[in-house]
Nanobody, 118 residues
C-alpha cells in the first residue's frame, strides 16, 4: 500500500496550491481518503475527507469555502485544491486512507510541507 502526497510549497497569503495524493495497493473505491495537517507544536487535525463510494465529503470548519477535495477513480488519486490560503494553514499535510466503515485511518503517506507567508 502506498500513498504519495505532493504539491506542497511556499505561497503568499491569499494564494493557492493543489495537493495530490497518489494511491496504490488497495481498492480505491472501497476506501475513504483524507487530508490531515500538523502545524509545529500542534496536534494533527483532519482537514478534509472524501468517500468516493458513499459520495460524502467532510471539511473542517477552518477550511470550508476555501478548500475543495476531489477524487479521480480512474487514476486512484485524491486532490485538495486550497484557495485563499492563510498563514495559519502552514503545516505538513498528510493523506491517509481507511476502509469504508472503519473509524481509524490506518494507511498514511509521507507529508508535504505547505508554508504560507504573510
Amino acid at each position: 500500500v502506498q500513498l504519495q502526497a505532493s504539491g506542497g510549497g511556499l505561497v503568499q497569503a491569499g494564494g493557492s496550491l493543489t495537493l495530490s495524493c497518489a494511491t496504490s495497493g488497495f481498492t480505491f473505491d472501497a476506501h475513504d481518503v483524507g487530508w490531515f495537517r500538523q502545524a509545529p507544536g500542534k496536534e494533527r487535525e483532519a482537514v478534509s475527507c472524501i468517500s468516493s463510494s458513499a459520495g460524502t465529503i467532510y471539511y473542517a470548519d477552518s477550511v470550508k469555502g476555501r478548500f475543495t477535495i476531489s477524487s479521480d477513480l480512474a487514476k486512484n488519486t485524491v486532490s485538495l485544491q486550497m484557495n485563499s490560503l492563510k498563514p495559519e494553514d502552514t503545516a505538513v499535510y498528510y493523506c491517509a486512507s481507511r476502509r469504508v466503515g472503519v473509524h481509524t485511518y490506518y494507511y498514511w503517506g509521507q507529508g508535504t510541507l505547505v508554508t504560507v507567508s504573510s
